[in-house]
Each structure stands twice: as C-alpha cells, then as structure tokens.
C-alpha cells in the first residue's frame, strides 16, 4: 500500500496530504470540510487509513516557545509515528513539488516553533541506478519575536482587520497609500515583539490605514529582497510559508531574476504536503492543485457561457476542489470583466468595495493583456495593458491566473466557449465564497450557496 498521511493542526488552517510513493492522492483543508473558517483541528474524514502519519512539527519545542511567550497551548489532538519541524515542513513543501536539481528555499512565516525565517540550500542528488534523493541544508534562520509574518499580521490587526487572516486585505489595501513611514515601521518590525499587536505608539495614531499599510508593504519588500540578495545564490528559488501569499512582495523578488515556485498552498495546510513528502524522502510528482472533493456534474459549457452573456456572473463548482486558498476554476465566481461589475461582486461577497479581483485568462493571449510575472497560481501581479477596470487594481496591476491549454479545470473550455462568443479571452475569477466563511467544497454547500445569495452555480 505505501501509504503516507501527513498532517497539520493546532494552530489555524488544519490540513491533511495523503500520498502514494510519489503521487498525491488528495489534500484538504479542515475549514471546508467543517465549515469552520481556519478551523485549527483536523475533521475526522480527513484522517484516512496509512501505513505512515507524519505531523508538521515538533510540538515539544514549540512547547518551549510558548512558555517562553507565556502563550496557551494547545495540544495536538492526533498522536503520529514521526514528526518533522515547522520550517523543514514548509522548506519540503515546496521543494519536493518543484522541478528544481538545486535550489535556494526561503521560508517566511509569523511563527513555528522557534524559526520565523530559515533560508536552505536544496539539491537532488543521483544515486546508484539513477535513483534521486532529495537534500535539504539549512544555511540562515531568524527566530523569534524577529518574525515578518508577525509584524504583517501586527499591522493588520492595528487597521481594523483579521490577523492571520486578512492580511491580503492589507496587500490590497496598500495600494492605495504611500510608504510615507516605512522608517517607523522598520524600527517596529526589528526592535517591538509583534506577537501581541503593534505597541500603543503615540507616532502610530496619526498615520491612515491605507499609509500604514503602504508602509508595512514596502519595509517587508525590502527585508525579504535583502534575504533573497545576501543568501540565495541560486538562480533558482522555493519560497514558502504564509508571507509566499504576499504576490507584490513576490513580484519583486521575480524582478531579481530568480526562477521562482511557491506551491500554492504555502501556509501551514500546505506544510501537512511537506511532513507527507519528507516522510516518502523522495520528491513528488507536481501536477496541479485540484486535490481536495470531488463533485462530478454534467456541466454544460455553453449554457455557463450564455448565463455570462445574460447575467454577467455566475457560480462554478466541478471537478475536485483548489488545495491552497486560490480558487482556480474549480470553486469560482466568474464573471464579464467587460463590464463594470467590481462593485456587484464585492457586493456578492460582502467585501469591501475597494478590494480588486483578479482575472483567469487564456495562456494564449496573455501576453497581449499584461506584462509581468504571472503564472497558473495567482502568485504575482502583472501589468494590465487593457482598461477592464473590475480586474485592475488602482495601481494599474492584476493577479492573473494563466489558464494553459491542458489545465484539468473546467475554467478552461468555458474560456474558450466565451472567448469564441465575446472575443475577450478572460474572466473575472473569484473564491466561491462569502467574505469570513470556507470557499464551497461539495455540491450540497454549491446549493445552499445559490439560495443564499441568489447567485447560479453551475
Ligand atoms: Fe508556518
């Protein structure tokens, strides 16, 4: 059988992999199953039957670090035959998925056990009869409370939102203020603990929301450009951890010229993946992230396609759902980026009016509509070259979704149906889910989606 479980709770976003030698089997989220948001504790049907379990981290040092934090612990609820730490989860994660021989790995995270930033020199070596083993070294780590994942989080609290949730709210945000106290915060983020939210700082009061987080953008571009110049090499480069959420800072590391993969579930759901694959000690074959429950329907294309054209959006749920917080074609709101239609959308999901979308387009004509890094994840953010404004952020760039001609999603022959019909080779694509609540997982939640919130999902 060979079967590997690896799995990862007790902090946010539970998470379960399950492998056979080098093939995925499935990997899920808690949240989506539970219908918790970030549920921290694994749902029962997620622990299936294995030869091997393997969890993410080592629970007696992070014990350590709790109570040098005089933080609450709690312990994992599932007992598992080996163990791996937080960041060699996450490091693996990523570098047992990509195709790189030899590598740098940059892992940002708020917090694991200790580390909050470890930087690893990553090589496959070939052994007798061709067999290749996978080496992962750690060169570099910072270790708390130095942490920009905490800092983010701080800064994200401070303005009204989530920590550890919202923080690509204060991505978004930043694009509409300027870094005017980049220096303020860069005295925060290396000299104040985080953890517990910004300090009561009289300087702070006087700065907007959208400058503070402007601010905060700019100081963790420039610390994680710096670690990628003083301690990655290697031209290519794994970046993992939540902070590989961050696709601006992304796009500027792309600037560097690296080669860059980030597996699109960099969070510590994805590390359940890494315990998985460094428990197997081989790398995996990296298909795509369409590995969590399955709904086979009878879509039809052109009636989507036509329900466009009426209606201007619709639900999408087919196929097996996204591994990774991106709806990619699988879970989606689509929608006619022709139109103005930001504002019903955000609507839709009860989010706030400012928040941008990004659009899925065909990888044919990608080109012709932006300029920039971008790929099938939404993992950076390009240039728009054309005036669709639903799918343009006030900055003038898109987190595009690149739509290759043999991507298993549905997303793609409706993109080329609506193409055909429209002459416009993208969509708005957003997560079919409302604002705080877990993206829809199975047809019944599709159902009860469409009810709800009077949208038609197909
Ligand atoms: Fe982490």
């Known amino acids: 059988m060979n079967k590997i479980l690896g799995l990862s709770e007790g902090f946010h976003d539970a ?18 199953i539970s219908r918790v948001k970030n549920d921290r504790w694994l749902h029962h049907s997620q622990i299936a039957e294995a030869d091997t379990t393997a969890f993410y981290e080592k629970d007696w040092l992070k014990r350590t670090r709790q109570i040098y934090a005089r933080q609450p612990y ?22 047992y998925t990509s195709k790189f021989d030899e590598c740098n790995i940059l892992v940002v995270d708020a917090i694991g056990e200790w580390d909050t930033i470890s930087i690893w020199k990553a090589w496959v070596e070939k052994g007798p009869l061709g067999k290749k083993r996978p080496h992962m070294k ?3 780590s910072f270790k708390y409370p130095y942490s920009i994942g905490l800092f983010y989080s701080a800064i994200t609290k401070y303005i009204g939102l989530k920590p550890m949730e919202d923080e690509y709210i204060t991505m978004g945000m930043a694009g509409y203020g300027d870094p005017t106290d980049s220096l303020l915060m860069e005295n925060i983020l290396k000299n104040v603990n985080c953890h517990k939210g910004l300090p009561d700082l009289p300087e702070l009061r006087h700065i907007s929301k959208e400058n503070m987080a402007a601010s905060a953008q700019s100081v963790i571009e420039r610390e994680l450009t710096k670690l990628v110049l003083n301690h990655c090499p ?12 961050n696709c601006v800072a992304n796009s500027k590391i792309a600037g560097l010229g690296k080669n860059i993969w980030i597996m699109p579930n960099p969070g510590d759901c994805g590390s359940s993946l890494g315990a998985a694959a460094l428990a197997y000690g081989k790398k995996l074959k990296w298909i795509d992230p369409y590995l969590g429950t399955d709904i086979k329907n009878d879509i039809k294309i052109k009636e989507v396609v036509k329900h466009l054209i009426d209606h201007s959006y619709c639900g999408i749920a087919n196929g097996r759902s996204e591994f990774g917080p991106r709806a990619l074609g699988n879970r989606s709101l689509i929608a006619d980026p022709r139109r103005d239609i930001k504002d019903t959308i955000n609507q839709v ?14 990888e044919e004509y990608a080109d012709e509509y932006f300029k920039g890094p971008m790929n099938e994840y939404m993992q950076f953010v390009a240039k728009a070259k054309h005036d669709y404004k639903s799918v343009t952020h006030v900055d003038g760039t898109s987190r595009v979704q690149i739509v290759k001609p043999d991507c298993k999603s549905v997303i793609r022959p409706i993109l080329e ?16 889910n409302i604002k705080g609540q877990p993206m829809v997982d199975t047809w019944e939640d599709a159902l009860a989606f469409q009810k ?5 999902v197909f």
């Open 15 to 32: 998470g379960a992999t399950l492998i056979q030698n080098s093939k995925i089997l499935s990997a899920t989220h808690a949240e989506r």
């Open 417 to 432: 149906e609506w193409y055909e019909k429209t002459g416009c080779p993208m969509l708005l694509n957003t997560s079919l």
């Open 349 to 362: 999901k009860r989010r706030q009016r400012f928040r941008p979308f990004g659009p899925a387009i065909l």
């Open 74 to 95: 709690a312990k994992p609820r599932i007992k598992t035959d080996v163990s791996f730490y937080h960041h060699q989860s996450h490091a693996a994660a990523g570098f």
């Open 138 to 140: 750690k060169i570099k």
């Open 452 to 456: 709800e919130y009077n949208v038609k």
């Open 234 to 245: 290697s031209r290519n480069l794994v970046m993992m951890g939540g902070v590989a959420l």
